[in-house]
C-alpha cells in the first residue's frame, strides 16, 4: 500500500512547475520553497503518527527506555526510506529526456 506521502507526491504534477519558467523568478523560487515546506510537515505528521502507532503502548508521564529505543528506531527507519525514495524518485527524474527538474529535498 501508497504512503500519503508517496500519493501526495505522485500527484504533484511536474508540468505545473516547468509552466512556472514565465512567472518571476523570486515568486517562482517561493512557491517551490512553500511546496517544500508543505512536503516536509506531511512527512513529519505521517512519521509522528506511524511511529506513535507502533510504539506507544501506553501513555504516560515518562517514556521507558523500551518505548524510547522504539521510537528512534522507528524514526530512523522512516528517515532512511523516506532519504532511499527521494534518491530514487530524483534519479529516474533526471534519466528522463529533457526533465531537469529537483525534487524536494
Do not use: Y
Request: glycine share 4%; with cysteine.
Amino acid at each position: 500500500m501508497r504512503s500519503h506521502s508517496q500519493r501526495s507526491w505522485q500527484s504533484m504534477n511536474l508540468s505545473f512547475w516547468e509552466g512556472l519558467g514565465s512567472v518571476d523568478p523570486q515568486l517562482q523560487h517561493f512557491m517551490k520553497a512553500e511546496a517544500q515546506r508543505q512536503w516536509f510537515q506531511q512527512l513529519v505528521h505521517q512519521m509522528t503518527e506511524m511511529c506513535w502507532e507502533k510504539c506507544m503502548d501506553k501513555p504516560g508521564p515518562r517514556l521507558d527506555s523500551r518505548t524510547e529505543s522504539c521510537f528512534v528506531n522507528c524514526v530512523e527507519r522512516f528517515l532512511d526510506t523516506s532519504q532511499f525514495i527521494l534518491n530514487r524518485l530524483e534519479h529516474q527524474q533526471k534519466s528522463k529526456p529533457g526533465c531537469s527538474e529537483d525534487l524536494p529535498a
